[in-house]
C-alpha cells in the first residue's frame, strides 16, 4: 500500500483547498478506515435490480462506447457515424449530445414497469466516460443535462420515480476515465479524403464562434488538453491502463479534485442509496485519493443523516482487503462459489447502451437467462442488477418490455425464494458446477460454463425452509436431490413437507440414500423452486 499511497501524497495539500468538504466521521479516507464497512440489511434482502445505463451515447443507437469508438478509423461505430452525422472533425460527440432529446421519457412509467418486475432497487447513469453530467451539476456548469441535449434533470426525474415506487435508488458514475478514454477524439484520419484533418478533440471555446455551442469549452467536456498516453494508438492500451499504470498519462490535480466536486455534489443533491463506479477499487486510485473521500464522505453522510450506515458502494477488481470496505461488482460474470461478503453481478439483456441492431436480430437474453443467472447468483450469496437499454428517445422497445414482464410473471410467483434469503451449506449440484469458467478482469465469465439442466439445484434459506430451485423442467416430472439423500451431512433432520412457493398444496416426495425424489406438477415455470420443511 506504501507505494500507491506515494503517488498522490504530492496531491494532498492541494485537494484540500477549494471545493466540497469531506464530511467527518467513523471513516476517514483510507483502506484501513474503511474496512469498518458493514453491507445494509436492504441490499442483502433485496437481491435484484435494474439499472437504465441511460444517456446521449443511446441517441445513437449503435451500442456501447459510442463516443469513443466513433473516434477510432474503421471501427463499426466510426463507419456509422460518417453515414449518419458526418466526419468527427466536423460533428464531434458534442453534436451528438445536441441531438439527444429524450422527448418520449416516462421515468415514472418504466420505474413503475420495473418494480411490477420484481426489482427492488433502481440505478440510473449519472455520468458516462463521455463526461456528461444528467443532473443538476454545480462543477459541470455547461456540461450537464439541464443545459445541453434534453435540458432535462435526468437524475431528479429517476429518483422521484423510485422514491414513489418505494425502490431504493443508486447512481451509476463513470467519468472518472473520460480523461483517457477519450483520447481517440485528439486523433485524425490516416487515410481518405479526410487524412490529417484533426477530429473536434482539441476545440477550445474560442472555436464556438457561430456554433450552436458558442460560449462553452469543449475542453470542459471531453478533457483533452493533454498529452496521448503511451501506445494510445493501440486501441486495447485503455484496458490495461484502466488501473492509471502502464504508460498512462497521469490526471492533474485539476481534474481529480473536479471529479471529487461533481460526485460529492451528485450525493449531497440527489441523496442515493447507491454508487456504482466503473473503476478498478474507487475512482481514480492510486493516483489520488479522490475516490477514497468520496467513500469516507458518504458513509459519514449515511450515519450522520440516517443514523446508521445504510449506502452502498460497488467496486470491481477488488483486493480481499478492499472486498471488506464496499460490495464487490462483478461485471457480466458470476462468482464460482458462496461468497463470504454480499457482492453483486452487473450484466445487460443486451449492449450497456442502446444497440438497434441487437434488436434488430433479436439477440436480447430471454427472461429464462435471466432468472436462470439470478438464482445461481442468490445461491452464492449475491445479487442481480440488469440493464435494460433505453432508446435515445428515453422509451424501451417492445422486446425488452416482453422480457421485463416475464421476467416479473416468475418473479411474483417464486419472488420467496429470492427476497430476504441467505447461502445454504453449500449453493448447488449439478452438472454445471463443472468446470466451470474462471473470472477475468471485471469479471466476463458470463456464458461461458455448461447449459443448466434439470440436475442442476441451486439452494437458499430462510428462516426454517431450504429453498432448491431445479434450473431446468425434467422431462419426465420427477427431479432428484442428492445434496438431500436420507444421512445427508448437509440435511440430517426429517424432511415432513415439500412445496411450491405460494401454495399450502403438498408434492409427493421419497427419501432415500440416493436423495430427495420430488414429483412435479404439470410445468410450472422453468426454474422450478421447491420450498422444502
Avoid at 437481491?47 to 469508438?69: L, N, S
Avoid at 431450504?466 to 436431490?481: H, S
Wanted: one cysteine or more; hydrophobic letters at 35%; glycine letters at 10%.
Amino acid at each position: 500500500m506504501a507505494v500507491p499511497a506515494l503517488l498522490f501524497s504530492d496531491r494532498l495539500a492541494a485537494f484540500s483547498g477549494s471545493g466540497e468538504t469531506m464530511l467527518k466521521g467513523p471513516f476517514q479516507p483510507n483502506w484501513s478506515s474503511l474496512q469498518q464497512y458493514r453491507t445494509p440489511e436492504w441490499f442483502r434482502d433485496a437481491k435484484f435490480g435494474i439499472w437504465a445505463h441511460w444517456g446521449p451515447q443511446c441517441q445513437p443507437e449503435a451500442g456501447d462506447w459510442y463516443a469513443r469508438h466513433m473516434y477510432i478509423e474503421g471501427y463499426r461505430q466510426y463507419k456509422f457515424h460518417l453515414q449518419k452525422y458526418g466526419h468527427p472533425s466536423k460533428f464531434g460527440f458534442k453534436d451528438v449530445i445536441n441531438e439527444w432529446k429524450a422527448e418520449s421519457w416516462e421515468p415514472e412509467a418504466l420505474v413503475d414497469l420495473y418494480k411490477r418486475a420484481g426489482a427492488k432497487y433502481f440505478m440510473a447513469l449519472a455520468n458516462h466516460h463521455d463526461n456528461l453530467d444528467l443532473y443538476n451539476s454545480k462543477y459541470q456548469p455547461a456540461w450537464n443535462s439541464l443545459k445541453v441535449g434534453p435540458k432535462k434533470d435526468i437524475i431528479g426525474g429517476w429518483v422521484k420515480a423510485a422514491r414513489n415506487q418505494g425502490l431504493h435508488f443508486g447512481v451509476s458514475v463513470h467519468a472518472a476515465h473520460t480523461w483517457s478514454w477519450m483520447e481517440p477524439a485528439q486523433r485524425a484520419d490516416k487515410e481518405g479524403p479526410y487524412a490529417g484533418v484533426p477530429y473536434d478533440g482539441k476545440l477550445t471555446k474560442k472555436d464556438g464562434t457561430g456554433k450552436w455551442w458558442n460560449g462553452l469549452d469543449p475542453q470542459d467536456l471531453y478533457a483533452q488538453n493533454h498529452a496521448l498516453s503511451e501506445n494510445s494508438y493501440d486501441n486495447g492500451a485503455i484496458h490495461r491502463q484502466w488501473g492509471w499504470g502502464n504508460g498512462v498519462c497521469p490526471p492533474t490535480t485539476a481534474y481529480c479534485e473536479k471529479f471529487y466536486n461533481r460526485t460529492i455534489d451528485l450525493i449531497d443533491k440527489y441523496d442515493p442509496d447507491m454508487i456504482y463506479f466503473d473503476d478498478t477499487a474507487l475512482p481514480l486510485w492510486p493516483v489520488s485519493d479522490a475516490g477514497l473521500r468520496i467513500a469516507a464522505h458518504f458513509y459519514n453522510r449515511s450515519i450522520k443523516t440516517r443514523k446508521s450506515l445504510e449506502v452502498v458502494i460497488n467496486g470491481k477488481i477488488l483486493d480481499e482487503q478492499q472486498r471488506q470496505c464496499m460490495v464487490w461488482d462483478i461485471e457480466r460474470g458470476q462468482s464460482n462459489s458462496v461468497e463470504p461478503l454480499p457482492w453483486q453481478t452487473d450484466t445487460c439483456i443486451g449492449d450497456w447502451h442502446y444497440d438497434r441492431e441487437i434488436y434488430e436480430r433479436k439477440g436480447y437474453k430471454s427472461a429464462k437467462m435471466v432468472i436462470q443467472m439470478l438464482v445461481d447468483i442468490v445461491s452464492k450469496n449475491g445479487n442481480l442488477l440488469l440493464n435494460i437499454p433505453v432508446r435515445g428517445n428515453g422509451t424501451i422497445d417492445e422486446q425488452e418490455r416482453s422480457i421485463v414482464e416475464e421476467i416479473g410473471q416468475w418473479m411474483s410467483a417464486n419472488g420467496e425464494s429470492i427476497y430476504g434469503t441467505r447461502p445454504w451449506k453449500v449453493f448447488g449440484e449439478g452438472p454445471s458446477l463443472e468446470g466451470a469458467a474462471p473470472l477475468s478482469a471485471q469479471g466476463f465469465n458470463e456464458g461461458k460454463g455448461k447449459p443448466y439442466t434439470a440436475a442442476d439445484i441451486r439452494f437458499v434459506t430462510k428462516g426454517n425452509s431450504l429453498y432448491a430451485t431445479v434450473m431446468e423442467f425434467p422431462d419426465n416430472g420427477k427431479v432428484l436431490i442428492k445434496s438431500l439423500a436420507a444421512g445427508s451431512p448437509h440435511y440430517p433432520g426429517t424432511i415432513s413437507k415439500v412445496s411450491l412457493p405460494g401454495s399450502e398444496a403438498p408434492l409427493s416426495f421419497s427419501r432415500t440414500t440416493e436423495g430427495l425424489t420430488v414429483e412435479l406438477p404439470v410445468k410450472p415455470f422453468y426454474a422450478v423452486p421447491l420450498k422444502i420443511s
